[in-house]
């Protein structure tokens, strides 16, 4: 399993801008399809963005797309989500997740086996 550390959460007003990190301790970390999922209260978790194995695809939820934006450096073995135009509905704890076999991009938390503890970002109306 990977080991995955998220950073970056906070509060911030609706309009404002965070960016989340995910830091991976792993030294294949270029075999890992990576993703971000978030968690309301009360709400199953969801699929937020995904990132293929060589950072040439990438996916997102409708409710983000034109707002996030995820990345990945296979050097420094992280992944990143720049996150604009912050609505209340985006307040969730966000987390970074890996997935070794998955095809390739996926939105199915059932597909990712390591998970980091997450971060809160709040964004207030």
């Known amino acids: 399993q990977v080991q995955l550390v998220e950073s970056g959460g906070g509060l911030v007003q609706a309009g404002g801008s965070l960016r989340l990190s995910c830091a991976a301790s792993?030294?294949?970390?270029?075999?890992?399809?990576m993703g971000w999922f978030r968690q309301a209260p009360g709400k199953e978790r969801e699929f937020v963005a995904g990132v293929s194995r060589d950072a040439g695809t990438t996916n997102y939820a409708d409710s983000v797309k034109g707002r996030f934006t995820i990345s990945r450096d296979n050097v420094k073995n992280t992944i990143s989500l720049q996150m604009n135009s912050l609505k209340p509905e985006d307040t969730a704890v966000y987390y970074c997740?890996?997935?070794?076999?998955?095809?390739?991009?996926?939105?199915?938390?059932?597909?990712?086996?390591?998970w980091g503890p997450g971060t809160q970002v709040t964004a207030s109306s």
């Open positions: 792993v030294r294949t970390f270029s075999l890992y399809v």
């Open positions: 997740a890996a997935s070794r076999f998955a095809y390739g991009v996926t939105s199915r938390v059932s597909e990712f086996d390591s």
